[in-house]
């Protein structure tokens, strides 16, 4: 997902031709770039992986793959957010795009303004979205890091009887001075038992 204040390429999957080349002239009408329209759920797929486009349009109802898979496929394995385009309102079906990467939802007929709105809104969601995961993952890469390390200090306590402070100081120095990662480091105690600067 590019991190621009506003996406340039929005991709365009309606079954409904009419509708399509609807959606299709308003996005142009505001400056975007149009991939499409895709006909079917599959070819928006395609689409989207051939041409990678920073958000994607979807009705629901499609040919192959429906909106709701789409849209989960887009964000999931491409991280492209989407706004799901319908005429249909029900519960089950919001219900569904809230847990699929969908962004946006909007009722057919769409104005122009709508859509504007819709897309800077569904944007900003989506870029405050793959920031949170990100620091999510950072958070528990960290902590996985620190286990090793502290599993690799207690090896070495085990090993050499020196103290935990003893331990860390020299994990530190190790990868200092081979300008290594401390994660590293620890890692190779784990498989190796040692520190390579410790002779037996």
Do not use: C
Request: cysteine-free.
């Amino acid at each position: 997902m590019t991190h621009l204040s506003m996406p340039h390429t929005v991709l365009v999957a309606d079954d409904e031709s009419l509708m399509a080349t609807g959606l299709a002239s308003s996005l142009k009408s505001l400056g975007f770039e149009i991939i499409g329209p895709a006909s079917n759920g599959q070819e928006a797929i395609d689409l989207a992986n051939a041409e990678d486009p920073d958000i994607a349009l979807l009705d629901i109802r499609m040919p192959e793959v429906d909106g709701l898979e789409v849209a989960r496929v887009l964000w999931e394995e491409y991280g492209i957010p989407s706004i799901i385009v319908s005429a249909f309102s029900d519960k089950k079906y919001i219900e569904e795009a809230q847990a699929n990467g969908v962004f946006g939802y909007m009722l057919k007929p769409v104005s122009t303004d709508n859509l504007r709105v819709t897309i800077s809104i569904a944007w900003a969601r989506a870029l405050s979205s793959e920031e949170q995961t990100k620091r999510i993952d950072q958070l528990e890469t960290t902590l996985t890091h620190r286990r090793i390390v502290e599993q690799a200090k207690w090896k070495l306590i085990e090993a050499h009887g020196w103290t935990e402070a003893e331990a860390h100081t020299r994990l530190q120095r190790e990868a200092r001075n081979n300008r290594r990662k401390l994660i590293d480091v620890a890692n190779e105690v784990l498989e190796t038992g040692r520190l390579e600067s410790v002779s037996e």
